[in-house]
């Protein structure tokens, strides 16, 4: 019986991406996932214990019932928008939930952390590429709970020993190549599925949330990043906490920069044309984020696999055909 890492949100788009790693390297796991947002049938047969991380009970059973190592940290409302509209849920579950499951580890001595950050803690940025030592000044209720935590894990470090990875994603996008999981948000709010949806059914018009932006087609521009390559990187993450005695916060992005109509043009090329119509600005929509990614590339020894943005919709295209079907 060897030791296990506990991932929590594990069936969720970037933890079932996480876990079918997991399963490919054998590396033993088990998932607590409450199952809110996230799939079943994304664990491909995974070891579920259902239940949030907020049930201070339940953690303590899953500690004394497994060996864990470390825990991988997925669980997280993630929608900018409703964030503003319900700050008290985002505070709840992104900062409450994980105080809890910290102080859980502390009292079983789990002393190794992943965790879920974003590019949203960092809020305007003020250089064209934003290293991690750019200010942090969110703009939006969600970014700020992500900070929280970063902070948090600070002070869980100086006074227990806890030591952990803070993984800043960038835009989050496509599915595993071999066609087995992907995203499935319920209401999706992302763009890349957005627009494949809307070229696919031409049910629906895609908004483009604002062309007066100051970039050189007016939309926002995003850095967006493979699944594949997240999962990998929290792999990576996890060699560095085996090998490393510091904490680290690391950027994870692909580190060019796409428009919204770019994006729609990728789309369209491999999917059909994207119907679309400008509407007004999105709340809490910074003209560009894109990833300064050194640290990842030279401390972790980080390499995207997936950095055309055309593999990234075609993967998540072949996604949306099979859960379309
Ligand atoms: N967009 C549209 N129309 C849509 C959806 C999105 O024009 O229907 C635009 C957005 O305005 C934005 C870009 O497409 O410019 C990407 O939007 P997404 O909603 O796909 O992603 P975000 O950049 O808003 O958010 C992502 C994560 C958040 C994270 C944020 C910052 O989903 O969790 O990156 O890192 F906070």
Sequence with gaps: EGKSVLVVGGAGYIGSHMIHLL?????????????????????????????????????????????????????????????????????ENNVCNTVTLLS??????????????????????????????HRKGPINPYGRTKLMVEEILGDFEKAYGLRSVCLRYFNAAGAHPDGAIGENHNPETHLIPLAIAAAITREKVLKVFGDDYDTRDGTCVR????????????????????????SLAANLGNEAGFTVLEVIDAVSRLAGQVPYEVAARRDGDPAVLVADATRAREVLGWTPQYTDVNDIVSHALQWYRKIAA
Excluded: W
Excluded at 37 to 51: D, F, K, N, V, Y
Excluded at 226 to 239: E, G, M, Q, R, Y
């Design 23 to 91: 399963r490919d390297l054998n590396i033993r796991h088990v998932v607590l996932d409450d199952l809110s947002s996230g799939h079943r049938e994304a664990l491909q047969g995974s070891r579920l214990i259902e239940g949030n991380c907020g049930d201070a009970t339940l953690l303590r059973n899953v500690f004394a019932e497994h060996d864990i190592d470390a825990v991988i940290h997925f669980a997280s409302f993630i929608e900018v928008g409703a964030s503003v509209r319900n700050p008290a849920a985002y505070y």
């Design 104 to 133: 859980e580890m502390v009292r079983a001595d789990v002393k190794k952390f992943i965790f879920s950050s974003t590019a949203a803690v960092y809020g305007l940025p003020e250089t064209s590429k934003i290293d991690e030592s």
């Design 223 to 246: 850095d967006y990043i493979h699944v594949c390559d997240l999962a990998d990187a929290h792999l990576l993450a996890l060699k560095y906490l085996n090998q490393n005695e510091a």
